[in-house]
């Protein structure tokens, strides 16, 4: 039988605030164990929340990028349940009134076409803290540092198709949130973590299948392989007979595979109710204006832009715009280069790109930076010296061996442009090589390049090629 | 001097007829004399009280005293205040010591005010005989074996035996007005949102106001100006500055009408207590009000509405009781859910354990909109009887209480007729309307309280009322016997 | 309305409270008595009444996002039932 799998995500993405949601603690990643914690955040008799107003802020911003619905409203709500890193008893969280509604995003598919991929809602709350089972022999050692951290959680319709698409729509948002500088995206710190509900139904069928709820996908390889694994193991289990049950399963990277948390999590009820700390938040219109006109661009302009206004091909200003980074980056590079965009995307998706997937380096981590890399393809452009030398200065600043026109210097790249020079050698390689002219000569014109390549070689790369193939033609002809 | 109102101890201080050092030991003494017949404090903390006295006196001497700098009173013990133990009258909170101090107890330090100590109260505020505290129960200054009413049964009785001239209290559903009556002082509950709710431990969030508990209607004036004004650290806390309520007292009660809510004078009513109202409206009236009757015909809803939201909201905001980061921890726990079952259940008195119970069903799976939903839309209905009937009287005047205080243990074994004693008090929680209680008779040798109920900040015109209403009673300067 | 002894074990669950069997019956007993009386609210036309949160119905006031805490851990931790190098620790949980 043919399957379709079915696959709809929640995205929780930690929001970049300085202080925490509902406290004025620091949200710095890394410090001592419950340095970070205050009396609100551990729950402390008596304290109360008071909601900061950044955090709505970048959630409304989320929310204009979508294109969503936003509440005239927002309401929080309490969800109820006891664990140790949850101070409180309860999660602050938004359950009616969530801050964004309906939106939709647009991804690009590996086989070029694309899709738009709707999103149901997205809401505030509050991240709970760390449960350390593995410190101490007989206990759990709980760290609160995290716990009231903004959270948005991202809901997505179940309109996804198959991994691929899943890490597409992930990578999407991801790029979103770091375009709109609501969240450092890092997944290595749990700033952007992923849970998976995936099913499958028989092709064709209206109906969707019974899923299972995959946590713990915090990189897009992870949730690749975790969808692709639960797909096959749900499909062999329909086949042989068996049935699918509604359950939570959390991936192994290690093993590769997905196993229950069947037993492990006692029968929930949250009891969500409005929390009576806090008011509802109001939403209006001017508060809304206000966020619209601090809006970034967005990807998918920036992407058209870039195909207007440098004449790149889509795919390569989808390539360029899939990080903000990397759009800024080629648009530096421009700037200084003095336009030649084309030029400039080859050696951002080629060198550059290359340099760093080799190296692993992250594109804020580059030791040539895009002022340099402009500079490089203006020295090309005016032809001090070749796209072939031009390389070779790349990866001297690469290895931080200082600027262009330095290491240019320094190395003696500059392009030989003298005519007397040129003529010398051009002399040199008509008398050192009598067969290839005497060919050339009896019209076989593919001679000619062989002539250039001894040429620029004696040259040591030097020479302009342009002028060396000139003044070959002058004296063969 | 202890006998003495707030008022008349600020004068003889400001006069230099006392010193606060001389004060504060006066009334640390009579609390230790008196009360181990009361109950009535949980934490005395004499040598915090005596320290602050100093401070406040070097504080007059260098000209910086305000009207309320250096005299001493106690706050309930659901206030946090740092470096002395705060324990909601609970097992729970036994060895608690809040790392901060409450707002209100913040602003009163501020004023150059002087805690003698902390009151005894029904645990986690749950209760109106003060029976529930861990602590034991308070006895009610006018007779022995008798209940000064709850939850701040302790700060009432304190007020009452003149432990202090003044008292802190919080009311969630009469637990400042209803003491306040059964000890036969003056208590007032505020706007819901005009006190800080910061640092004060969490009941029931949507209702919990934070009052003063006084001899008379011109001390809680002086003491709620201080106690009240916009907190940045309360959400619920409203943007406004405190008023002078002071100011307000000798206004002139001609041309004022009072609602007489005939709800509030039906069936149940002692007989006692009716009569003492209609003389107490009476004697209003001579003072230049006029007397209508009203109608509030959703109050018989109030008690349901009350015992769906407090519980519901009381069951999570005591799920920080964990037995984790503070406060009481099982011994040996099994494991985690040893833990939190042990610690909760050894923590917490029947009482409350039976509103968590109700309040966690109440917003259980498949009940939420028959129970929470339905009482928050009951809640409405009140609101908007009350708007009503504000469009046709200024303040509305009934009894705080159906009956005078009632025996030691009389009720414990009947909650539902323990709840019944907030009759007519937990409407003005639920609507977040100020209302207030102050003497107005005796049933034998045992108060009675007439209860005011005004309109969103209308503090000012209930404490005017009752100022004038006090000029020419004199109930509340009657003092139990022993107290003298 | 009453309650069964299941309902009632649920409930203590739900609220991590431990309730052996003569608990149970006594619960069943009062909580019924509590829930007899809430029950009045049926009578009530409520309608398609909004329901009250909030007495004033006011809205959010949001505050700057400043860091404002310090580390006071030591404070926190002075009273804690169970600490180790600035850990809370509890029964182990096996996950």
Request: hydrophobic share 40%.
């Amino acid at each position: 039988m043919e399957w379709e799998t079915v696959i709809g995500l929640e995205i929780h993405v930690q929001l970049n605030t300085k202080s925490k949601i509902f406290s004025g603690s620091s949200t710095a990643y890394g410090a001592e164990p419950n340095s970070q914690a205050s009396a609100v955040d551990l729950g402390l008799p008596g304290v109360l929340p008071v909601l900061n107003r950044e955090v709505v802020r970048k959630a409304v911003k989320f929310g204009l990028a979508i294109n969503a619905e936003l509440a005239g409203q927002s309401v929080f709500a309490r969800k109820n349940y006891f664990y140790p890193d949850l101070p409180k008893g309860y999660q602050i969280s938004q359950y009616e009134l969530p801050i964004v509604g309906r939106g939709a995003i647009d991804i690009d598919l590996p086989d070029g076409t694309r899709k738009t991929i709707n999103i149901t809602r997205a809401h505030l709350e509050e991240d709970a803290g760390k449960s350390i089972h593995d410190l101490y022999s007989d206990s759990t050692a709980v760290d609160l540092n995290r716990a009231g951290t903004p959270l948005v959680e991202i809901v997505s319709e179940p309109e996804m198709r198959s991994a691929a698409e899943a890490a597409a729509y992930m990578k999407t948002l991801h790029a979103l949130v770091r375009y709109l500088d609501i969240s450092d995206g890092n997944m290595q710190e749990g700033s952007f973590r992923c849970d998976a509900n995936v099913s499958v139904r028989p092709a064709g069928s209206e109906q969707f299948g019974t899923r299972a709820e995959l946590k713990n996908l915090n990189s897009f390889r992870f949730v690749e392989q975790a969808i692709n694994y639960e797909v096959e193991r749900q499909i062999a289990l329909i086949e042989s007979g068996g049935e699918v049950i509604q359950e939570t399963r959390l991936y192994d990277p290690n093993k590769g595979e997905t196993r229950s948390m069947r037993g492990k999590e006692q029968a929930h009820d949250y009891r969500y109710f409005p929390d009576p700390d806090l008011l509802p938040v109001d939403i209006d219109d001017s508060f809304i204006e206000e966020i619209r006109a601090e809006l970034p661009e967005l990807p998918a302009a920036r992407r058209q832009r870039f195909i207007e206004q440098y004449e790149l091909s889509d795919y390569d200003s989808g390539v360029l715009t899939a990080s903000r980074e990397l759009a800024d980056y080629f648009e530096t590079s421009v700037t200084t280069a003095g336009g030649h965009a084309k030029v400039c995307a080859n050696w951002t998706m080629g060198e550059l790109s290359a340099a760093l997937n080799r190296d692993g380096v992250e594109l804020s981590r580059s030791t040539v930076s895009a002022r340099q890399l402009g500079e490089l393809v203006a020295r090309i452009q005016d032809q001090t010296i070749s796209g072939k030398i031009a390389k070779t200065v790349f990866d001297a600043l690469w290895n931080g061996e200082g600027e262009v026109d330095q290491v240019i210097e320094d190395r003696g790249l500059k392009q030989v442009t003298d005519t007397g020079a040129i003529e010398q050698l051009v002399d040199d390689v008509i008398a050192a090589n009598p067969d290839q002219c005497e060919q050339y000569r009896n019209g076989n014109d593919k001679v000619l390049g062989y002539l250039v390549g001894q040429a620029m070689k004696q040259s040591q790369g030097k020479a302009n090629p342009q002028q060396v193939n000139e003044l070959l033609r002058q004296k063969l002809d | 001097m202890y006998l003495n109102t707030l008022v008349a101890q600020a004068r003889a201080l400001a006069a230099g007829e006392i010193s606060s050092t001389e004060l504060t030991r006066l009334h640390l003494d009579r609390c230790q004399q008196l009360d181990s017949r009361l109950n009535a404090i949980i934490t005395l903390s004499a040598e915090t009280a005596l320290a602050q006295a100093e401070a406040a006196d070097a504080r007059r001497a260098a000209g910086q005293a305000g009207p309320l700098t250096g005299i001493p009173l106690l706050h309930k013990d659901i206030f946090c205040t740092q470096g002395v133990r705060t324990s909601c009258g609970s097992r729970m909170l036994d060895n608690f010591v809040a790392p901060y101090d409450a707002t209100v107890v913040r602003r009163l330090q501020d004023a150059g005010m002087v805690m003698l100590g902390k009151t005894n109260m029904d645990e986690f505020a749950m209760g109106s005989s003060n029976e529930t505290s861990y602590y034991g129960p308070v006895t009610n200054p006018w007779r022995a074996q008798t209940v000064p009413g709850g939850s701040s049964g302790g700060s009432a009785a304190a007020v009452a035996a003149r432990l202090a001239a003044a008292a802190t209290g919080t009311d969630t559903g009469g637990s400042i007005r209803q003491p306040a009556a059964l000890c036969g002082i003056t208590g007032i509950k505020p706007t819901y949102g005009r006190v800080s709710r910061y640092g004060m431990i969490a009941f029931a969030s949507s209702l919990d106001q934070a009052g003063p508990m006084t001899r008379t209607a011109e001390d809680a004036a002086l003491l709620l100006s201080a106690m009240s004004g916009f907190d940045p650290l309360d959400s619920t806390s409203i943007e406004r500055d405190s008023e002078d309520y002071s100011a307000q007292l000798g206004d002139s009660l001609e041309g004022l009408t009072l609602g007489l809510p005939k709800e509030f004078f039906g069936a149940g009513l002692h007989p006692d207590v009716a009569a003492a109202i209609e003389t107490a409206a009476a004697e209003l009236e001579k003072l230049g009000a006029r007397l209508k009757e009203i109608t509030l015909p959703n109050s018989s809803l109030g008690i349901p509405a009350y015992y769906v939201v407090a519980p519901a909201e009381a069951s999570s905001n005591l799920a920080r009781f964990d037995g984790v980061r503070y406060g009481y921890r099982c011994a040996d726990p099994a494991d985690l859910q040893d833990l939190y079952c042990r610690s909760r259940s050894e923590g917490f008195g029947r009482e409350v354990k039976r509103r968590i119970m109700i309040g966690t069903y109440a917003l259980s799976s498949g009940y939420y909109d028959a129970y929470y939903l339905k009482a928050q839309q009951v809640r409405r209905l009140i609101r908007d009887d009350f708007q009503r009937a504000f469009e046709a009287v200024d303040v509305i005047l009934g009894p705080t209480t159906p009956a005078p205080a009632f025996g030691l243990n009389e009720k414990t074994a009947d909650p539902v007729s323990m709840y019944l004693n907030d009759i007519y008090t937990v409407t003005a929680n639920l609507a977040g309307l100020p209302a207030m209680s102050l003497p107005a008779g005796f049933s034998g040798e045992l108060p009675i309280g007439m209860h005011l109920i005004g309109n969103y900040f209308s503090e000012g015109r209930l404490l005017n009322v009752a100022h004038r209403y006090q000029q020419v009673t004199d109930w509340h300067e009657r003092v139990p016997e022993g107290c003298e | 309305m009453a309650l069964d002894k299941n309902t009632v074990d649920q409930i203590a669950t739900l609220a991590r409270l431990s309730v052996d069997a003569d608990d149970n019956a006594a619960y069943q007993d009062e909580l019924g008595q509590i829930l007899a009386l809430v029950d009045q609210l049926d009578a009530a036309a409520t309608g398609d009444v909004a329901p009250l949160a909030h007495p004033l119905e006011l809205t959010a006031r949001l505050r700057a996002d400043e860091v404002s805490e310090t580390d006071q851990r030591d404070a926190f931790q002075a009273t804690a039932p169970a600490v180790a190098s600035g850990y809370y620790l509890v029964p182990k949980v096996i996950d």
